[in-house]
C-alpha cells in the first residue's frame, strides 16, 4: 500500500468535522514526547485525510447530526514513521501481541489518509459517547462483541457500534481487515 502524496491531505476541521490526532491526544498515556512527535512532522492536534473522501465524511456527518450526534475522527492519514513510533510505543506500554490485534502495521492503511478511526460525539456536552465498556478491552474493540449479551448496557453499545459500521459503509467505507467496529477504510477490501 502507498502513502498519499502530501499536497492530497487537508485538515478536516476545514470542511466543519469534528476530530483530534490520537497520538497528540493520548501523547502522556502512550508515553510519547513532543519531541518525538514533533520529529516525525506531528505539530498539532489536527486530523489530516486524503481530499477524496471529504465528501463522504461530510455526508456521514450529516446522517449523523440526524441523531443528534457527530462523528468524530481519531485518526485519519498516519504516516510510516508514526506508524513505527505508534507500534514501539504501545507495544511497549501493552505487549506486541495486544498491539497487534490493534495495528496492522503490515498493511498500514492509515498512510493512504484514506482510512480514518471514528467516535461518536455529543456536540451539546461536548463529550465522546462511550460505545463500549473499557474494562471489555481490547476484545470491545471489535465487531460484535456485544452481539449476543443481553443486558441494557452492553445492547446500547451494540445499538452504537452498529450505527457507526451502518452509516461509514454506506457512504463508501469498508471495516478494516483487523475488524473493528471504529475503522474503516475508502477503498475496496481487495486492494490491502
Avoid: C
Avoid at 514526547?33 to 486530523?47: A, C, P
Amino acid at each position: 500500500m502507498e502513502e498519499t502524496r502530501l499536497a492530497d491531505l487537508i485538515y478536516t476541521d476545514e470542511y466543519g468535522l469534528l476530530g483530534s490526532e490520537y497520538y497528540w491526544e493520548n501523547r502522556g498515556k502512550m508515553n510519547i514526547s513532543m519531541d518525538e512527535l514533533f520529529s516525525i512532522g506531528i505539530t498539532d492536534n489536527r486530523v489530516r485525510v486524503h481530499k477524496d473522501i471529504i465528501p463522504a465524511l461530510q455526508e456521514v456527518d450529516k446522517e449523523f447530526q440526524e441523531r443528534e450526534i457527530r462523528p468524530y475522527i481519531k485518526q485519519g492519514y498516519r504516516s510510516p514513521a508514526l506508524y513505527e513510533l505508534a507500534f514501539r510505543k504501545r507495544s511497549e506500554k501493552y505487549g506486541e501481541v495486544e498491539t497487534d490485534l490493534l495495528m496492522n502495521i503490515k498493511d498500514k492503511p492509515h498512510i493512504t489518509g484514506k482510512a480514518v478511526d471514528i467516535a461518536l460525539w455529543d456536540p451539546i456536552e461536548k463529550v465522546e459517547i462511550p460505545t463500549r465498556n473499557r474494562k471489555d478491552d481490547p476484545d470491545s474493540l471489535f465487531i460484535d462483541f456485544y452481539k449476543n449479551k443481553t443486558d441494557s448496557e452492553s445492547k446500547r453499545y451494540q445499538e452504537m457500534q452498529d450505527f457507526i459500521i451502518a452509516t461509514m459503509t454506506s457512504n463508501g467505507f469498508y471495516t478494516g481487515k483487523l475488524r473493528e467496529y471504529f475503522h474503516f477504510n475508502y477503498f475496496p477490501e481487495d486492494e490491502y
